[in-house]
């Protein structure tokens, strides 16, 4: 494997096992509640999870360069991420394992086996 590849799975890896350690550490305590008028606090996750999708499904597969994928792939895992914390440290504990596990579904999509089809150019 050429080791800039193997960037994309240390990334991959690193972004997944960090959510995951925060959720497990931080997030399982939370005694966060949301009052009636801030219902709309628990949609707040679906932005960067919806967008996150769009890059993987829509964006990522169109450029064929390592170098071009990168910051793209970047990008994607962090929102991702970025909606998982928000759930954590925002929502009550039953909307946060809701977003938790679909923010770690949305990850599992960016696992790099596509990583064998880039050019290294």
């Known amino acids: 494997m050429h080791p800039k590849r193997f960037v994309l799975w240390i990334l991959w890896f690193?972004?997944?096992g960090g959510l995951c350690t925060i959720y497990f550490f931080l997030g399982r305590n939370s005694t966060v509640s949301i009052s009636n008028g801030n219902e709309v606090l628990r949609f707040i996750p679906l932005m960067p999870l919806m967008l996150s999708l769009v890059v993987r499904i829509f964006l990522l597969p169109k450029f064929k360069s390592l170098t071009k994928v990168l910051p793209i792939y970047i990008i994607g895992l962090s929102m991702a991420e970025g909606a998982g914390f928000i759930a954590?440290?925002?929502?009550?504990?039953?909307?946060a394992v809701n977003y938790f596990t679909t923010a770690v579904i949305v990850l599992l999509m960016y696992v790099p086996l596509f990583a064998s089809n880039l050019e290294e150019g």
């Open 14 to 16: 690193v972004i997944t």
């Open 88 to 95: 954590i440290f925002l929502l009550p504990h039953a909307d």
